[in-house]
């Protein structure tokens, strides 16, 4: 089981913990939030039901994977992506 923190969090402790993830895995916090995250996911973070570890383990295998858009459905890998848009 992960560390839930089973309390609501505000806007600035959601920004605060995705920047600490994003900066532990080489990557820009607004990428975890447009390419990764779902609304949905970021409700649970927001109510205290994400557990942190699931988190980062999440963040840590979408950047090993490129940094796909899984929320926008979209799985080529971020650097592809800038590539071909140029």
Not at 49 to 71: C, K, N, S
């Amino acid at each position: 089981m992960g560390t839930y923190l089973q309390t609501p969090l505000s806007v600035e402790h959601c920004k605060d913990l995705l920047r600490m993830i994003a900066k532990a895995n080489c990557v820009k916090a607004e990428l975890i939030t447009t390419r990764l995250l779902s609304d949905d996911d970021k409700n649970d973070m927001m109510n205290g039901d994400l557990p942190i570890e699931a988190l980062q383990t999440h963040v840590a295998i979408w950047v090993h994977y490129g940094m796909p858009d899984y929320r926008n459905a979209k799985f080529v890998p971020y650097a592809i992506e800038k590539l071909l848009a140029t």
